[in-house]
């Protein structure tokens, strides 16, 4: 299986612009004790719960912009991402579950002020702008974990054997996820080309990294769990 290259192209460029964002964003703290196994199990109870209803949200974003695309071919591509998540909810219940979190107490749970920031602001790209501005709002995440999990996968210092965490890491390196990264970077440069992204760089490079800040905060958010009473 090829590796994918996340330096190429508009996604390439636009995460080369966020600079040190980006770098804060993939390399975050909660990220750093996670790979080492060290990470408190409250700080990630925390980010299960509110991933829970941050991918409720996120589903809700593909689904628009599937009704923002022109053609069959990309409508394809990205129902594909769609149905990705609304089909990962059920194993993402049932990975919760064994860290002792029911569907029924996520579904109580308060969003973080992190969650609804992060989300609404998506949803708000997505209803104001075109499929362009709101592809550039998902990747953050979509391409994001994948560079994530491939960097702590290759990564000697990350800690599988043992770890609660190993699964989540190995989930964001598996092929399927990788397969479906490399879609959506090929439904960005299409779209960008019919839609003017060059012309439109600079609004596009601060829609990415506007999102880039608001998924490092959703790690923060994790955190700060550490320090709830």
């Not at 964002?21 to 109870?45: C, K, M």
């Not at 991402?81 to 107490?105: D, F, K, M, R, T």
């Not at 979509?142 to 560079?147: H, L, M, Q, R, S």
Request: with cysteine; hydrophobic share 45%; net charge negative.
């Amino acid at each position: 299986m090829q590796p994918v290259d996340f330096s190429q192209g508009l996604y390439g460029r636009l995460r080369q612009q966020a600079g040190n964002d980006w770098q804060d964003y993939v390399a975050h703290p909660f990220i750093h004790q996670l790979s080492r196994g060290t990470l408190p199990e409250n700080a990630f109870r925390r980010y299960l719960m509110q991933d829970y209803l941050f991918l409720i949200h996120f589903a809700r974003a593909w689904a628009l912009l599937v009704s923002k695309l022109r053609t069959l071919p990309e409508m394809r591509a990205a129902t594909a991402s769609l149905n990705a998540i609304v089909a990962e909810l059920p194993l993402h219940v049932g990975y919760c579950e064994s860290w002792g979190l029911s569907e029924a107490q996520m579904m109580r749970e308060p969003e973080a002020a992190e969650t609804m920031n992060y989300t609404r602001y998506v949803l708000d790209i997505g209803h104001s702008g075109d499929a362009l501005d709101l592809l550039v709002a998902l990747l953050p995440c979509v391409a994001g974990y994948a560079e994530i999990g491939l960097r702590l996968l290759n990564a000697p210092e990350t800690v599988l054997q043992g770890s609660p965490y190993a699964s989540w890491i190995r989930n964001y390196g598996d092929a399927d996820y990788l397969n479906g990264v490399r879609a959506v970077l090929g439904l960005l440069e299409t779209v960008g080309e019919q839609r003017g992204a060059e012309s439109r760089f600079a609004a596009l490079s601060e829609i990415f990294t506007t999102a880039t800040r608001l998924e490092s905060a959703f790690w923060q958010m994790g955190l700060n769990a550490v320090h709830r009473t």
